[in-house]
């Protein structure tokens, strides 16, 4: 059974630094590519960035791009999300997910950017 368990959320102010991580176990890490997708409130789910398994590429949203990093441990099954230069509109539970829909994703761990 995949289980995958974020944590590092919080509260943090208007350009503000997180960073994500997500433990993942119950199938091989490394042969699967990663993502990252997040809720806002009242939103729908939404794309936040990949990681390619095959070449190790990440890929970013726009809205994020030049301001997150994802990476990824494959000795230590987990998934990671630098998230600096926070805005407002980064408020969201955050999830890490084996699709790009984030159809298959753990709990998910809320991030709240506020001053």
């Known amino acids: 059974e995949v289980h995958m368990v974020e944590s590092g959320g919080g509260l943090v102010q208007p350009g503000g630094s997180l960073r994500l991580s997500c433990a993942v176990s119950g199938f091989p890490f490394s042969a699967f590519s990663l993502y990252w997708v997040r809720q806002a409130p009242g939103k729908d789910l939404e794309w936040v960035s990949g990681?390619?398994?095959?070449?190790?590429?990440?890929y970013y949203a726009e809205s994020v791009k030049g301001r997150f990093t994802i990476s990824r441990d494959n000795a230590k099954n987990t998934l990671y999300l630098q998230m600096n230069s926070l805005k407002t509109e980064d408020t969201a539970v955050y999830y890490c997910?084996?699709?790009?829909?984030?159809?298959?994703r753990g709990q998910g761990t809320q991030v709240t950017v506020s001053s």
């Open positions: 990681v390619n398994l095959s070449s190790g590429r990440p």
């Open positions: 997910a084996t699709d790009p829909d984030g159809t298959s």
